[in-house]
Every structure is written in C-alpha cells, then in structure tokens.
C-alpha cells in the first residue's frame, strides 16, 4: 500500500464527472480514515441501496425542446441557489484536508451554494460563518441539556446563519465496521469543538438487567416534547433530517418544521434502511406540492440530482462528494466538484427537454412512474 | 493453507459485529471441518436462501420515539429470557473446541438464554445439565424403537430440562458434498453418547427392485403417529422443528404440539427448499398470533433477529454463528456472540423506534409486506 | 493446460452427486472437444436459461409422510421403467470414450433405463440393440428421402427398438461457436455409421439473390406432411422432440404422435430459446393429464428430475450428464450417474414427502405455482 | 499493452458471429481509440441497458414451418433491400480504418445494403456516393444557420442521396469519459470535411449567471420550427432519428417525417435513457402498422435483428459491430459482418418458423408479450 497523495492545487485531467472523486479520494486518504470518511455501518447495506436507486432510475430523452429559458436556480427559504444544491453536513472535515471547513466554506461561498455546517465541525462555527460569503445554514443535534442547544441555537443564529437543520436520525450511531476492521481511531485533532463547552451528562449506572444501549446510552435520547420545544425556540427555517416514514413527516411538519431533509444518513445509520430515493416519491405525494423537501443519500452527480427532482425533491445535498472532493484537491476540489454536479444537471436537463427546474417531475421518468 | 490457529482466550478487535465470528472461524477449523460445520447439503441453495432473505429485507426508520420503556425480555413457555434469542441445538461441538458443548453451556448459562441441547452432543444430556445454570431446553429425533426414544425423555426429564424439541425435517440427512470434497471423515471421537445405548435396528435386506434410500434407510422414519405417541408421552413443553408447510403446522397444533421451529435445518436438509424468512409470514398469518412460533437459519446478527421478529417469530435460534464462536473462541466466544447479536438487536430498535418486541411487527419492514 | 486424463475405471471419492460429472468431465477431454460434447449454440444463452430455471424452483419440505408404499416406477409405451429417467440421444459417443454407444447401452441395460440410440450414433444401431438387454428407443431425423428414412425406420423396428424420438427442432443446426474457437475439428472417426447408406441429396444451385440458409441448406427441411408421412409408416409409439410452443404441440398430438419431448436440444438449436421448464407447465397444461410428455434440458440430477415431474413430465432425458459421464468412466460411469440421480430423486422424494410419482405436482412447488 | 494489430486482409477462423468482431477490435485499435469509437456517454448505462434488452429476449421455437417461400428483402421509401438491415451514421470512419468511409461504402454497396453516410464523415459525401453502387442514405444535424442546412441538403440531392435522416438526440454531446481517461485527442485528420465551409457562429458572451451549457452551447440549439423549415426544402424522404418517447413521435409524424429511427444514440447521449429496444414496442403501438420505423442501438447479430422486428421494426441499423469490422478488417470486414447478421437472421427465422418478414412479430417473442 503506497502513502495516500497530498491533496492537489490543481485539478487533474482525469477528473471529467464528479463521481470521479469518489474514485480518486482513496488516493488521497490513508485506507483507515478512507473508510471512516466514506464508509457505512453495518455491512454498508444501505450506502449500496443509496447508489443503486439512483441508478437504475432511467429517464425519457426528448427532442427540439426549446431552450432559451432556461433556468436552474431556486428560491429557498427566501435565499436564492443557482442550482438546486448543498452541502450536506459533515463532522470534522480537518480530517480529509488540512483546511478543513475553511476550504469547504470558501467553496461554497464561491459557488453560491449553501454549505450546512455541522455541529461537530472542527472550528468554530462563528469562524466558519466569517469564511462563507454564502447562504449559511447550520446543522445541530438536541443536547442532553436544553440550555446546551439553546446557546448553540443563539451562537448560529448570532453569527448570521440562516437556517436550521436538525439531525433525527442517530440517536445512536451504529459503528463504521470497515473503519474498526482497518484500524481507525479518531486523532485528538479536530475535535467538535463547537461542543466542547457541552460535556455529555455523567451517565446513569445501570440498574441489573438494564442494556447498556437501550437505558445507558439511548436514555438521554430526544423525544418530539424536545424538538417541539427546539422549535419555540427560534424565527429561523428549521429542517428536520433524517426523515424516512411519512408518519414522522407528517408530524415534523405538524410540529412546525419548515421542511424536510429526507435521508438514511448516507447509509450510516440504520444499515436495512430502504434508499432515501426510494421512500422519497411517497413523502413527496404525502406532503403536496408546495412543502419543502431535500433528500441526500448516494448523490453522486448530476444525473443523481436531476432524479432526485423528479422524484419529488426541491433539492439535494452531498456529502461523500463533498468529503472526497475536499480530500483530492481541498478548496479547489470541492468547487469543481459543484461546478460538475451543476452542469451534469443542466446537460440532463438539456437531453431531457427540461428548461427550468419545474418543469422536472415524475413524467421524466421511464417509465412514468419510478419501478418498485 | 497455513494451519489452523487454535481458539483464542480473548476477544480481539476485529470481531466487531456477530457476522465477524462467521467470517474468522475458517482461520479456526481446517478446511474439511470447517466445511463440515458450516457448509449445507447438495449444492447449499438452500443455506444462501436463507441468507439472502434476511438481507434483502429493509426496516422503516423511525425518529424521536421514546424509549425509556424498553424492554426486550420474553416469557416462553414459563421460562423469562432477557432477549428472544435461542441457541440451536449443534451435535458434537466437541469437534469445533476441545470443551465442546460444556463451553457452549456456560456460555448459555452465563448469558441467560436457552441452549437447545442436540440429542447428539458430544457430551452426555445430564453432565450438560449441570454446566448450565440457565434454561434448559433439549432436542431428540424420534428414534425407530420407542423404548428408546422414551428412554431419551425420561432422562431429559430427569435432568431438569424444561422443554423439548423435535426435529422432523430429515428422516434422511442428504450428504454436506463439500465437507466430502474435502475429505472430511468424522473421528472417532466426540461421539453421539447420549445415543449409544439404543443401537439402531439391523436392517431388513431389500427385495430385488427395491431402494437403499425409500425402502432401506426410510423404512424406521417416523410417521405422524409415532409424533402423537411422544405427545402422550410428556407434559414437557412439545416443539417440533423443521416447519416450513402451513399444512404440516397445523397438524402440529392440532396434534398438541405446543410451539414450532419453522426451519430448513440451515440448508442442510432439502437443497430446494425456500428460506425459513421466506414462509415465516404465512405460517405466523396461518396459525394466528399467539401460538409460539420460533425461526432459525441463516440469522447472522441481531438485524436478522429484528426482522425475524418482525416477520412474526417470538423468538430466533442462532445455528451456525453459535458454532462459529465456540471455534474461534470457545465459552467466551459464544457468550460474547449472544452478546454482540442481543445489542445488534437492541441497536435496530433504537432505530426502528420500537422499544418492546409488541412493536416489532410487519410494519416495521419496508415496504409494510415482505416482498416475496 | 495438462494433458487431459484417461477415463477412470473406478468412481473416484469426490464424484458425490450427478452434476459432479459435469464438473469433472472437463479434466477427461480435450478443451475443443470438451466444448463441442457440453457446449451450447450461439452464446449459450438457451444453455444457461435450461440450468438456471430448474435451480431457480424451489421444493415444500413435508414432514411425517408415511414411506411404506414407495414407488418410482413408471409404465411408458407399455414398458416398466425403474425411474423416470431416461439417456437422451447423443451423436458420436466414440468421441468422449473409446468404447462409445457400446458401454452407454450397457450402462442403460444394467439400470434398466432407456437409451434413445441416436440415429448419429458412431455404431450401428443393430450392433448397440444387441449389447442393450434394457428398454430399447431409436432416434431419427426425417431424411430428404422417403426411401431413406423409411429403410432406417424399418432397421430399427427390425432390431426390436420399442420407440421412436423424431428430433424436429433442428431443420439446421447453428453451430458450437465455443468449439470452433476452441479450433475443434470433427475427426474421420467416428462417424455417422447408420446414415452412410442415405447420402444426401445433391444441391440445387441457387439463384441469384437466394439464401444458402433459406433457399440452400433447408430446402430439404422437413414439413407437417413428411411426419404426418412417418406416422402411416410404423405402429411403434413415436414421439416428437423438440417441442416448445403449444400451437405445435397440439398439431403433434392431431397428426398422431404418441408423445413429446419438450426440448430446446439443450441449448443447441434456437438460443434465443426458452428453457424447457419454463415451457413444460403450459404444455403439461394444455395437453391434459394423460398424454405422455417428456423433457430434457439442464437436468443436472435427481432434484432438477424431481422439479420436472412437478412441472408436468412423465420422466426425463439427460444429455450432457450422460455425455460427462461416459467421458469421465464409461460404462461404469453412465451407470453411477444413472444411479447417483435416481437417488437423488429418491431423497427429494422423502423430504418433499411424496411417497410415489403420482404424488409429485405443481403443489410441491413453493410458491404452488412455478414462478415467471 | 502490445502495439495494435493491423488490419487484416483475410477473415481469420475465430469469426464466426457477428458479435465477434466486437471482441476482436480491440486488438485492432489503441486502447484510447477503442474507447471513443466503442463506448459510451457518461458511465455507460444506456449502451449496457441496450445490450442486455436484446440480450434477455426469448423467442419461440417452432416446427415443421415450411420454408420454401422464405424471404427477407423488404421494400423502404421505394428501395428494395435484400435484408431488412442498414449501416447507421458513424462519424469519422478514417479513425478506424485508412480507408474510412470509402470501404464502408463498398461493402455496402457490395451488399445492396443502405449505408447512412455521416454528415461528420471523413470524405466528402460526394466522393462517398461515388464509391457506393447500393441504395444512398445522408445523415445531418440541422446547423445553427439555415443557409449551411441548406447547401448541405442540396450537396446530398445532388450526389443522388435518396433518403435523408436527422439525428435529434444530441443538441449537446456528453463527453465519452472513457476515452477521456484513457487520453484520447482527437488527430487533425481525419475531420469533419462536409461541415468545413460551415463554420460555427461566433459564441454570445455569457451574462452573469448564465450558464456554459444552458445559455452557451444550446444557445444555438434546433427547435421544432427548425424541422418543419427543413421538411419544407425536400422531397427526399426524412427520417428523424433520436427518437425514444411517444408523444416527440406522434409530434414528428404530424410535422411531416416520413418515418423515424428509435435510438439513443447508442448510449451516447443521454446516459439515463432506457434501451431502445425497451421503447420500441410503445412506439410501434402509438404509430400503427404502416409508418416506417427503424431502431438502432446494441444490435449485435442477427438474433438482436429478428427481435428488433419482432418488436415492431421495419429494419434495424448497425453501428459499433461496424466501425468493429471496418478496424478489423476494412471492407472485408464489413461485408463479412453483413453478410454474418444477415445469416444469423435467415437461421433465427428457420428455428422460428417466420419465412418472410412478415411473419415475425410480438407472437414470435417469449412469452407473448415482452416481458418489462
């Protein structure tokens, strides 16, 4: 096994579509930390449900469409995108590139799009926030303690961020096995330090027969009485991620969710989770029209996100092809990266006679309606 | 091929979920034992049904449900488990580990869950029962003189054995061809004692034109009436195992039988039999709620566990992981196992948001019906 | 690539199950005509399509089913079979062993089963009728001239042959495109010994713009009033080979065939072609219960044997096992296979809890009905 | 990598199907070569989808058709060909073989079959008219102004072109990411000399926002306007060609083309497309009987061909087992290949009991209907 190569400062000429960055990041990142940063858990079941729904969706080619309107950007949450695309959240990016977040933001806020800054970034989200020209979201977990997520509440809300997104989908987060099997361990640097002024409650001992998962780690979990009381908490846009079942989407948006970001975790949460793609066309249809919908979950270029709105999202996130962009060719990297989903979007849109953003929809699918 | 390692007295890191335990024993076992321990009959289509069902089946994620009622305790037949999880009854264990079915026991004990002790174990019923403090449960094959097949009972009975299982699915064992292509010859030693004082009967000489199969090694296999005569034999607790036909089970019930094992035998009796997931949905639909319905085959982890559950099993046996960690580690192995299966099992309910087994139902699964 | 192995004289330990001799024929031939003697037409597809449909069936595990009254005999033509098995017709056997046709009919005799003598056989048919003391089949081709085939017809009810097979489904025979590459050279020996009294018509010249497919090579081809002609030539039962659509079928069974053999000459004719199981229930179907159909295609053992009786035949043909095992050991071979798939018939008899043939049906199938 | 072969000058044994010369080019043309002229846009989906959609057709075997009136020559805008097969439009055929287009047109014209010439051909199409004695088809984009169309289209009616077809499908061509990867750069010659006297207009700058591809490349971008002007300049039959959905072919019927070609460009242009063969049933329902329909993409043989009209087809047009013959072995190779589809046909009406072309059709296909 050769040493990982050092990120580049320019971009090669092998690198034509942005799923060639999946392919190159392992060239770039010794293999343990490859497999932390874009593995799964379990037996990655649910990472290899993500990709193979997009695939297999087909779309109708059509002919003479006149093109002259065209037009990909959107309106969310009275912030405009050029395109229908994000960052998605991702913890402690100093460990793909030395710049982490800061090259990431820098990205984002060239391009215009919105990066989600996670909550277990390693610096600051009020440094972040000073790096991004750009729309500014930001991603948070409910704290054990209330007054822990209030004041991470009020610090993104004080540093400009303008939406919300919170993570439900992981009140435990099953292991990363293949990272385990390579040898991982998490270096001291970068830590969260966002969090760092929240230490965890000192745990509960456990009465005899009690699990160490299910009344240990799981009994500072947060239920809807929590996320309700989140929501009284702040003016901006909330998400809700993580959302699979249309009886949770139907209560999230009952509760006073802004919208939704539909998502397995990339296949890192619960491992027989169905493909975000494949649940999201019911959540759509359960929804209406008009309700705010992101998935991510397998994004691996254009074509993924065209499907991804016809299957009924406004728009979606990336996360692998955030992390290994970043991990190639850092800043640079991750702006090409964009840039490439983008004009795979538009080339789709192009072949498949569809000038603006609205005009993609389930039609566009072969056959109409997505296969089971 | 290097040798063999012997078992190990510790756990090392990369035995990280149950499925690891299935992966590391061929370093264990030579070749021809291993295949004899964990291969399957005829071409092992059966034995990769089994496997495939459970994994091809995908769970809802659910979010924000609480959980500090959980519990994932049964009561069956009397006896409390902390976890619906059984250990299927493996002869001769003598071959995996030097301590054999002793080791598997204290492990049992020491973890609380029912060893299905094999009628033929390498060691004798009554020894096994005084290594186990937990649960007892013993499994026989009607043997072709009832004296001692009742003989066989009365010393289970005698031994503090809570309940019986009867395996019907292989009046005929069809051969494990790999372990043959491998060379595998059983030794001499661990042999069937609980079964050396009931030699079998000599056998009749065939007439010309008549099978060694139908009309030689048949001729003593068990009807529905020598089932009906162990029935009036005991007040033990009556499983039998094997049960794939919605038919046989119900004359199972009708014939007293107090719980079935539905099970192909791990893909080691009939080659084209479906997978035991496959028609657990029917026969739990056939005989109504609240008759005791167990599954084994194929479950390789506590996500196999949920959905067994899930496709309305009360409980699971664990086959071939069990013999898998007695090889490669011996009591601390199977406990360690029956540990990592219990919080697999726990993990996904966490997930699934269903804090007691009542929750786990069909519609956990997605799509709500199993796809056939 | 070693030599290849002479044929054995003894059953080596690891041929354990009949498709064991399909494995292991390859050892005994040369590559080139190891893929004309196994190989397929075209790119196998029909091949593979005949493997995989009986594979893909699966089998009910019955439980408890009384033996006492097993029986696998069957009554063909007024002939009493052991088991409904029978050698398909194969060309040449002098090519896979040195003592061809002779130690196959010994083969047959010894078990009692019917060899269908080709009408390519490398012996004469009168020379292969006298080693045979078994039930005696002839298979024929209709010639370009009546006079020929006739005299053959009149041979074969002359050395007391009690059937006839007409193969219909190659009026040209596309070719093994594997052996070609392999750089297979039919060899001067053996030969075709019964036809060499029956030359083949001089060809027309073809006009311009005509096919030497179309117009040359099948302008001799066979039509309904040449068989309709056989028929009035012989009171032997006569069955049609070659059969899959049930339009033709039904016109076989009016002109006055006394049975069928579904068929797609094992990949060797249409490769396009469906397998012969997927045909056979329709068939079976559409022809009522009493009308005699055979099948043959990818039967690789007694379980695939078993799956064809539960579609719908009487009995069945093996062509490649045969051919593998005459490679592998002669006559001993032909034997031990023939004997090794009349057990394995009779063990999935015993777990599918069907005492006789007659118990064999589409309900023994799981699901009941054989799956598209 | 060993240097490529040259081309041959003779047809070695090992051609025996017409899919062989796609094995074989690759042996003929540098590796980077290879993978322009025989891959695909984007990952490759839609060329694999096309292969495998003709791949897992079945037809039916039938018996005892008799022949003596077979017929494959079909009658198309007044030309009589022999067999119901063309030569698609390849670009640049000097790429493949020194003499380019010129032995293409000679094998076609030595065949009677149509050649499409490329409007991005290496020659002129004058000299190539002069070079094919068989029936004269023209391929064109429509150019960004209508006087280039023009000349272009009187250039054709005046070489004696009798058919003219419209590729639709490409407004923008996705790069072939393969080539890219392995380092293809196009050479200076050959080059599109028929475009040369039409140069491209001066590209608009781009405002602002707008996009490369949206507002840059597709500024000049055909629309239906565009097709109905050039309906208007001929009388030559115009097919479009591009064609997948039903509603651009209704639309292109109502507009005036005298048929159309079912392609997606054979996997070059919209990688999520579905495979021809896939559409074309609904296409030839939407149209009816009469209206000339013509596929191409992934026909690899004679068999692909008969299930092309079995399908609904008029004819089908080769394209990769083309330019495989041509770098094969020049125009040999092409005819070869021709005269291998249209043998490999001529055998699958044989065993499909189809004589003229007429006779093939949905009920020619396994099971009836094609399966989805």
């Known amino acids: 096994m050769p040493n990982p ?214 009994s500072e979990a947060p239920d809807w009485a929590e996320l309700a009381w989140l929501r009284s908490q702040t003016r901006l846009p909330l998400l809700a991620k993580g959302v699979m079942h249309p009886h949770d989407a139907q209560r999230l948006r009952e509760l006073g969710c802004d919208g939704l970001v539909v998502s397995n975790h990339g296949g890192r949460a619960l491992d027989a989770a169905p493909a975000s793609a494949e649940v999201l066309p019911a959540l759509r249809q359960h929804l209406g029209t008009d309700y705010p919908l992101l998935v991510d979950g397998g994004i691996d270029g254009g074509e993924a996100l065209f499907k991804a709105l016809a299957l009924g999202a406004d728009a979606a996130l990336v996360g692998r092809l955030q992390i290994a962009a970043l991990a190639v060719a850092g800043a640079l990297g991750v702006a090409h990266m964009l840039r490439l989903v983008s004009e795979e979007l538009e080339l789709t849109m192009a072949l498949a006679g569809t000038p603006r953003l609205a005009d993609i929809g389930p039609h566009t699918l072969y056959p109409a309606s997505p296969p089971c």
């Not at 919300?164 to 991982?184: C, E, F, K, M, W």
């Not at 640097?189 to 409650?201: D, F, G, M, R, T």
């Open 5 to 218: 190569l050092p990120p580049l400062d320019t971009i090669p000429a092998d690198l034509q579509c942005a799923a060639d960055y999946l392919r190159r990041a392992r060239h770039h990142l010794p293999p343990a930390l490859h497999a932390q940063l874009t593995g799964a858990s379990g037996q990655g079941r649910a990472q290899r449900a993500n990709r193979h729904a997009w695939a297999r969706l087909k779309l109708w080619p059509r002919l003479l469409t006149p093109m002259h309107n065209a037009d990909t950007t959107l309106s969310l949450f009275g912030q405009s995108l050029p395109h229908p695309l994000l960052l998605a959240p991702v913890a402690l990016q100093g460990l793909a590139h030395p710049e982490g977040e800061h090259a990431t933001a820098a990205a984002a806020g060239a391009m215009g799009l919105p990066m989600v800054v996670s909550a277990m970034a390693g610096e600051t989200l009020e440094q972040i926030a000073t790096q991004n020209p750009g729309p500014k979201w930001f991603q948070l977990y409910l704290q054990a303690e209330r007054a822990h997520t209030l004041d991470l509440l009020r610090r993104a809300e004080a540093s400009g961020y303008q939406a919300l997104v919170v993570t439900l989908d992981t009140p435990l987060q099953p292991p990363n096995l293949s990272a385990i099997r390579h040898g991982y361990r998490a270096p001291a640097q970068p830590c969260a330090v966002n969090l760092s002024a929240y230490p965890p409650p000192t745990p509960r001992p456990l009465r005899r027969g009690q699990s160490r998962i299910l009344h240990g780690m799981l």
